[in-house]
């Protein structure tokens, strides 16, 4: 019974979990919140309230990456390169003065979207690893484990899915019930340990970090593939850590930011 109902909520999972990942960006700032300066507060608290509310998803481009080389070093200059954006985002930021209210706050919401796209791993594309450099498709199973790729037993559900939906929207359905504030709180509880060492470092330095957690998942992670749920689950509490180390790099963003 447990597989059959297993298997019901991951297809749900495929058509429906877009819409959960409001759920992550909010928890993110949540989290942030707590290692935010009074001053880094009242700042974007300023300038979020020039302007009317954007819905987050419509800002950042969804066909962005984090681009590194064959050292995993982001040196690009492409202005379609998540960490180029997030720059020029903190440019306008740094500079508030040169700029108008409404490049103020379209640079703050995109720091915000751009800085967990950052921690998503199916973001990452490195040179020479082909299948890493765009979205692809694989077969998940409700098997924790089974004898075969090719043996299905009466029990088991396979389905298709992709690489940018497993870490961009489908670990957020499980936790759907949940409100963003008990779901920062779970993360935090769990995470809030790396928070003065995850803070450490520039945009730069953070995509370095994300290529070598990248690079050794591609290795097996590869276009049509099977998944199954043992090896998703472990992949979960990578994309929760993901999620509360944006939060604490959000906060020493903003901090250094906004002194």
């Known amino acids: 019974m447990k597989r059959v109902i297993f298997a019901i909520a991951f297809v ?23 290692y935010m300066s009074k001053s880094a507060k009242a700042e974007y608290n300023r300038i979020l309230g020039i302007g009317e509310y954007v819905d987050y998803k419509l800002v950042a481009d969804k066909s962005a ?3 590194l080389d064959t050292n995993l070093h982001s040196v690009t200059t492409s202005e379609k390169d998540i960490v180029v954006r997030m720059e020029k985002a903190l440019e306008v930021l740094r500079n508030r003065a040169k700029y108008s209210d409404a490049e103020q706050y379209k640079a703050l919401l995109n720091l915000r979207k751009l800085n967990i796209e950052l921690h998503t791993i199916s973001r990452i594309a490195i040179e020479g690893v082909e299948h890493s450099q765009q979205d692809f498709e694989f077969t998940w199973s409700s098997n924790r484990e089974g004898p075969s790729p090719d043996k299905i037993d009466k029990y088991e559900h396979r389905g298709k899915l992709t690489w940018h939906k497993l870490w961009g929207t489908n670990f957020c359905f499980w936790h759907q019930a949940w409100s963003s504030e008990y ?7 769990r995470f809030s340990k790396l928070s003065s060492l995850a803070m450490q470092g520039s945009v730069r330095d953070w995509a370095h970090e994300m290529g070598l ?25 990578i994309h929760l850590e993901m999620v509360a180390r944006s939060a604490f790099r959000l906060a020493a963003l903003l901090n250094d930011t906004f002194k």
């Open 213 to 237: 957690r990248a690079k050794p998942m591609y290795e097996w992670a590869k276009p049509g593939m099977l998944l199954r749920n043992e090896p998703r689950l472990n992949l979960e509490d």
């Open 65 to 67: 990456r984090v681009s």
């Open 12 to 34: 749900a999972t495929v058509f429906t979990a877009q819409a959960w990942t409001k759920l992550v960006d909010d928890a993110s700032y949540l989290i942030a919140e707590k």
């Open 183 to 189: 779901y920062a709180y779970d993360i935090n509880l």
